[in-house]
């Protein structure tokens, strides 16, 4: 969340739930609104974080962002997903990957 707001964002919602699902991060800059993925990863052993994220994970935060939109939501919001990589480095330290508009919702999701 930290990164989001230095890059301008604000936080609309950290682990909003409804049962047992939730999303990680719902910002906001303006009118645009981002459910925001995060995934993390100590190593590429098991590919990138953001692979992780797979059709069922997307139809699963699809269902929360409604439910969400329907709550909350302004007239004239544009949404998005997004995804954000935190690779945990040796040293300690960490590296942060935005990736922005990271998938589109298909008529059949």
Do not use: Q
């Not at 439910?67 to 007239?75: K, N, S, T």
Request: aromatic share 10%; hydrophobic share 40%; net charge positive.
């Amino acid at each position: 969340m930290a990164y989001l707001t230095s890059c301008g964002w604000g936080i609309e919602a950290h682990r909003f739930r409804l049962g047992h699902r939730d999303l990680d991060v719902i910002a906001r800059r303006g009118e645009l609104v981002a459910f925001v993925e995060v995934k993390t990863r100590g190593s590429s052993v098991w590919g990138a974080p953001a692979e992780s994220v797979n059709w069922r994970k997307r139809r699963s935060i699809a269902r929360m962002a409604e439910v969400w939109r329907e709550r909350h939501g302004r007239g004239g919001d544009v949404y998005r997903f997004d995804v954000i990589e935190v690779r945990v480095e040796a040293s300690g330290g960490s590296r942060v990957e935005h990736l922005e508009d990271a998938w589109r919702l298909s008529p059949s999701s």
